[in-house]
Nanobody
Framework: QVQLVESGGGLVQPGGSLRLSCTAR????????MGWYRQAPGKERELVAT???????NYADSVKGRFTISRDNAKYMVYLQMNSLKPEDTAVYYC?????????????WGQGTQATVSS
């Protein structure tokens, strides 16, 4: 059983920064792609950024140049550095990981962490 645990959300003023972290807990697995998604009130969940096991990254147009995704494979962790935050970045942010166990691959989600950008 694998569990994804996020941290780092909070309240920040426009123009500020937050750093989200997500760790995969468990044993006997490896991780392929990891990513961050977000869901604002009344909206569907959307992709923010993804990173492959080879560190290839992909970003939503709305966050390019402001957010940076990175990972630490040895620690089973993925990070999202969010700079120049805007009120429209307010959302619950979810970590996602493609977990490989044996010959199977599964998509896991964290519980979400709230990020609020407001003055």
């Amino acid at each position: 059983q694998v569990q994804l645990v996020e941290s780092g959300g909070g309240l920040v003023q426009p123009g500020g920064s937050l750093r989200l972290s997500c760790t995969a807990r468990g044993s006997g697995f490896s991780i392929n792609a990891m990513g961050w998604y977000r869901q604002a009130p009344g909206k569907e969940r959307e992709l923010v950024a993804t990173i492959t096991s080879g560190d290839t990254t992909n970003y939503a147009d709305s966050v390019k140049g402001r957010f940076t995704i990175s990972r630490d494979n040895a620690k089973y962790m993925v990070y999202l550095q969010m700079n120049s935050l805007k009120p429209e970045d307010t959302a619950v942010y979810y970590c996602n990981a493609h977990i490989v166990s044996g010959r199977s691959e599964y998509s896991y989600w964290g519980q979400g962490t709230q990020a609020t950008v407001s003055s």
